[in-house]
């Protein structure tokens, strides 16, 4: 019960600040105005977003991922090539957002030097959340690439979309599918070096000195015969 009204007021507070970010941007003062505008204690407001309207808006984030999982949860991807399923959850993620100036507001303020690490910490989350969402299973180098460079496709169409003033965001979604073909050109790639092996000897090249330089032989400060 205490973690449900915990939970409610946090959705309480996000919603009295949304009107305030327009003008004031996800800052101290629109905090405090979400507060007021609430009936909560500054004190108890702090409790649930310690650092204020900066969780307030890590807040709105990750609600826009849960909002966008569930949009996956309910859609029937089976008769679509993959990389239109990934275009689609990237298009239910940016959909899933009823305040685009919120959006605008969190992109300064998570551009912020203080904050970048912050919010790319927000963006590779929610490139998991869509992975995830489709059922990757890879537990290799693979679940790294493929988040960073859905990461870089993510944060791209943000800043696309929010310029975007064409019917139904259309524009965007051509962008979308445009970036994804490049994401799907650089799978291709990464398939065909793993079928050359002469290109896998090469790669495999730094692993190979790396052994070598923490081989005990060279701990120890011997050198082989000939050097």
């Known amino acids: ?8 007021m946090k959705n309480q ?19 405090g105005q979400a507060c007021e505008d609430s009936d909560i204690e500054l004190s108890h407001a702090r409790l649930a977003f310690p650092r204020g ?8 984030h990750v609600k826009g991922d849960k909002a966008m999982q569930l949009r996956i949860d309910e859609e029937d991807f089976s008769t679509m090539r993959f990389r239109d399923k990934v275009a689609a959850a990237v298009r239910f993620r940016l959909q899933s957002v009823e305040d685009k100036e919120a959006v605008r507001r969190g992109a300064a303020l998570f551009s912020l030097p203080q904050n970048v690490a912050l919010g ?6 929610s490139a998991d959340a ?9 537990t290799d180098v693979n679940w790294y690439t493929k988040r960073a460079t859905l ?12 310029g975007d003033d064409s019917p139904d965001h259309a524009a965007t979604w051509e962008f979308l599918d445009r970036r994804i073909e490049n994401v799907m050109q650089f799978e291709k790639v990464k398939s065909k070096a793993r079928e050359n092996a002469p290109l896998q000897q090469i790669l495999s090249g730094p692993k ?3 052994s070598k330089i923490s081989s005990p032989q060279n701990k120890t400060g011997k050198h082989s015969p000939g050097t």
């Open 208 to 210: 190979w000195l790396i």
């Open 13 to 31: 507070l996000l919603a009295a600040i949304l009107p305030h970010v327009a003008f004031d941007g996800w800052s101290e003062a629109a905090f």
């Open 53 to 60: 309207a900066l969780d307030l808006a890590v807040f709105f």
């Open 120 to 125: 790319a910490r927000l963006i590779w989350g």
């Open 130 to 138: 869509i992975w995830s969402g489709l059922g990757d299973n890879s």
């Open 151 to 162: 990461s870089a496709v993510y944060g791209s169409c943000v800043l696309f979309w929010l």
């Open 1 to 8: 019960m205490a973690m449900d009204m915990h939970e409610d």
